[in-house]
């Protein structure tokens, strides 16, 4: 029987963990016999399967046809199939799509957002940091030089904490890190405005759109670092 | 004016003067005249008010952008407009109006002067109303509380919290004879559950009580998130009132509950909901937008509550309610 990706990708989306687990299991094993190292194997399924469902999730969201518990509940089948690749990708010293840490700035305590970006990046193969609220640029570079990220998600949900997006790039430029990571801004009165004002390299509107974002900035480093 | 909720049933506390609201570019309220986008207003949409700042210059765009119409009318100066938002609260029931400028500059001074504008402008336009004067830099509630003539009316400070610097406001609202809003946050992060939404409002009330704050003065907010965010946020917050009304008889308790649907279908059935549940638990008052939602439905649900589950002996209240009625 030949791997059918969309049976996760539909599970995905139906949020049925059982289905989604049992497919990953069963097609490790075909793809294997069909003579595929076991590191293809793993991206295969993730990238036809896992990220072809979580696409497909981000779709209906931003079309209003599936709502924010749907969207989490989908990200949980997700983690569950991710559990079993996981260390097959680590194993093999592969890198992971992104390497993502995020917070809300300092003096900001919001946190719901930041949790739901986190969670659809990390449902969408990125490795996620995830500092939490009231974070300082400190607590972000520390993070940053930590886990080697290539990515940074900064939050502000108050016209008021801003000006500490703008302060944390400024000590990422002063610190030498930009080099490193792209930054990029989000938050209920953020705007793409303000993003280009302050230098971000992106501003995302919603968690959906903030994987998009990822995956483009994560693309632009690549072909950097390739030149 | 200190806003006896056994005679008004609910305080009701209007949203809408926040620089923050908005609606979408292609919803009813948005006319195009002439070539030029206007948001249409009053009680014959006679009124005009120019929205081609924030309004989208690519037609694709119009189904999803949003309006930011107060922060239009703030930002133009326009008297009219912002005059028949404070109206049209007051006639729907608001008996004290939140006005919220954070959303007009993100530099402190220039947030400090929109909210000296607006409170200046708001006691014009309607003296007696007391207004809450809302931010989340201490320092505009400061400059918004200078502004205030207190001899006409009472303000209000939204809000107190455990957020380093706050409980400033304490002394201040104090010394202004004003009304204050206290919420759940805590001093590094948002309250996980219903214990921490109590413990962080227990330690505000011991702090309020030091600086004699009348009891009725106060307005806890345990905090409202959104249930699409996390399934144990509208149980939590039910939970703290419940708790909460059980050890302080004497307070207000209030919520902006209409948080707990966002990003859900069919808000409304989940707000209405809330809220008739949140007045069970022991809420007493509510944020809302009284226009959209008019809080007479609820105002008669909590008399109705409190006779029915013995909180109003004989009736006594319910039935002076409802003479009042007509």
Request: include cysteine; glycine fraction near 8%.
């Amino acid at each position: 029987m030949p791997v059918d990706y969309d049976v996760i990708a539909n599970a995905i989306v139906e949020a049925d963990t059982d289905t989604a687990v049992d497919a990953v299991k069963a097609d490790l094993e075909i793809l294997g016999q069909e003579g595929l190292s076991e590191l293809d194997s793993a991206k295969a399924i993730l990238n036809g399967g896992l990220i072809a469902g979580m696409d497909i999730i981000s779709e209906l969201w931003v079309q209003e046809k599936i709502f924010i518990p749907e969207v989490l509940l989908s990200a949980k089948v997700m983690h569950a199939c991710m559990n079993l690749l996981r260390p097959i990708l680590e194993a093999s010293n592969e890198p992971p799509r992104g390497i993502v840490v995020i917070g809300t700035v300092k003096g900001d305590l919001h946190d719901i957002g930041q949790n739901i970006v986190s969670m659809m990046l990390r449902g969408n193969g990125f490795e996620v940091h995830n500092i939490g609220p009231n974070s300082s640029p400190e607590k972000f570079m520390d993070k940053c030089r930590e886990v080697n990220a290539n990515l940074v998600g900064l939050s502000a949900l108050l016209t008021t904490t801003m000006p500490m997006q703008r302060e944390t790039i400024k000590a990422f430029d002063e610190a030498g890190l930009l080099e490193e990571a792209a930054i990029m801004v989000g938050g209920a009165p953020v705007t793409s405005d303000w993003a280009e004002k302050i230098d971000a390299d992106g501003y995302a509107p919603d968690a959906a759109h903030t994987v998009k974002l990822a995956n483009l900035l994560v693309e632009d480093l690549g072909v950097e670092a390739a030149l | 004016m200190d806003f006896d909720v056994n005679k008004l049933g609910l305080v009701v506390i209007g949203e809408n003067i926040n620089t923050t609201r908005n609606f979408r570019a292609g919803g009813p309220r948005v006319v195009i005249e002439n070539g030029k986008p206007y948001v249409n207003y009053g009680a014959d949409k006679k009124g005009r008010l120019d929205i081609s700042a924030s309004y989208p210059k690519d037609e694709s765009q119009v189904a999803t952008a949003k309006i930011p119409h107060v922060a239009e009318a703030v930002g133009q100066k326009n008297i009219d407009y912002i005059k028949w938002l404070i109206e049209s609260q007051l006639a729907a029931g608001a008996h004290i109006i939140d006005l919220c400028v954070d959303a007009m500059s993100t530099e402190p001074e220039e947030r400090h002067q929109w909210m000296r504008w607006i409170v200046n402008l708001a006691q014009e336009i309607s003296p007696g109303t007391s207004y809450a004067i809302d931010s989340s830099d201490s320092d505009t509630i400061v400059a918004g509380i200078e502004a205030y003539d207190t001899t006409v009316s009472r303000p209000a400070i939204n809000s107190i919290n455990l957020e380093e610097g706050r409980s400033a406001l304490i002394p201040i609202a104090k010394e202004a004879n004003a009304i204050l809003f206290a919420n759940a946050s805590g001093r590094d992060g948002m309250p996980q559950n219903h214990e921490e939404r109590v413990k962080n409002l227990v330690v505000l009330m011991d702090m309020m009580d030091k600086a004699a704050i009348p009891m009725a003065d106060r307005y806890l907010d345990p905090l409202v998130f959104p249930i699409g965010a996390g399934p144990e946020y509208g149980k939590d917050y039910v939970l703290a009132v419940k708790t909460l009304r059980t050890m302080y008889p004497e307070v207000k308790i209030f919520g902006g509950h209409s948080n707990v649907s966002f990003g859900l279908p069919k808000r409304k059935i989940l707000n209405d909901s809330f809220v008739t549940m949140s007045i069970i638990a022991g809420c007493d008052s509510v944020m809302i937008d009284p226009v959209m939602n008019p809080p007479q439905k609820f105002i008669e649900f909590r008399f109705a509550a409190e006779a029915l589950l013995a909180q109003d002996e004989y009736a006594t209240r319910y039935l002076k309610f409802i003479r009042a009625q007509g």
